[in-house]
């Protein structure tokens, strides 16, 4: 199988990255199983400082390998599947396995980081984009809601309408409207030089101050998380299950289809 994720140590941060430049990075089973088994890698690493996250290629990550996952109702299964609700599934530790990390990650975007790809963008506790990078949460195309844990970011760094805005209409935005909302921390044409300036700042901190002041913000920050998780994969599996769900996929090939009355929520 082909290489999914580079990561490499340098003086102490890891610069973990996307590496499907041909298919833009996009999120297919081994993507999501390589981002899962970098993080735990990581995590035992007591010498770590930081990581930065990339992606290769001309997008920092354009979301789901739809044909590879999305036909195949047993892989969307296994990304859903938890053995208890508040805790994450699959699809969810890409994007809070960074935020579980006792380290500071900082996420350098470029091109687009649209769907699944903002999601883990939104795992980092510092995005610093390029001026042309655009941002969406692409999943309500699908008739989906967003699902991999980006929500509990949006929820921290949005205002409630424009969070809602953004998941319920799939809009496009643009870096400044994304700074604008909370969503980008920097905007700069060298991300990563930037992202490498501030992490040599932290890197003057004691380490066990950076992961204690990141555990005091992440878990207090964001009441009863564990429950807006449990809610995004029991509310997922309820549109998966759904008609509109399939309506949706057939509009987004081009067919015309008319959506049936929603069901009681």
Request: contains cysteine.
């Amino acid at each position: 199988m082909e290489q999914r994720i580079e990561c490499e140590i340098i003086d102490s941060v890891a610069v973990v990255t996307l590496q499907r430049p041909d298919k833009h990075n996009a999120l297919d089973m081994a993507m999501f199983k390589a981002i899962i088994a970098v993080q735990k890698r990581l995590a035992k690493q007591h010498e770590l400082r930081g990581v930065i996250l990339t992606g290769a290629g001309v997008d920092f990550c354009t979301g789901i390998d739809v044909k590879s996952l999305l036909s195949d109702a047993k892989q969307a299964a296994k990304l859903l599947w938890k053995w208890w609700p508040g805790q994450a599934n699959m699809a969810q530790r890409v994007s809070t396995g960074w935020r579980d990390l006792p380290v500071p990650v900082m996420a350098v975007l470029h091109g687009k980081v649209w769907g699944g790809g903002l999601q883990i963008a939104l795992g980092a506790d510092f995005r610093y984009g390029q001026p042309d990078c655009t941002l969406s949460v692409m999943e309500g195309r699908w008739g989906l809601l967003p699902d991999m844990g980006g929500n509990l970011a949006m929820r921290e760094q949005m205002n409630q309408d424009q969070a809602l805005w953004l998941a319920m209409s799939a809009d496009v935005i643009d870096a400044e409207q994304a700074k604008a909302q909370g969503l980008l921390t920097e905007l700069c044409d060298d991300p990563m030089a930037l992202a490498q300036q501030k992490m040599a700042e932290l890197l003057q901190r004691s380490p066990d101050a950076l992961a204690a002041t990141k555990r005091l913000y992440r878990r207090h920050g964001v009441p009863k998380s564990g429950r807006m998780l449990a809610a995004e994969t029991f509310s997922q599996w309820r549109l998966v299950l759904g008609k509109n769900q399939r309506i949706a996929v057939a509009k987004q090939q081009g067919k015309e289809r008319d959506y049936l009355p929603r069901q009681s929520w």
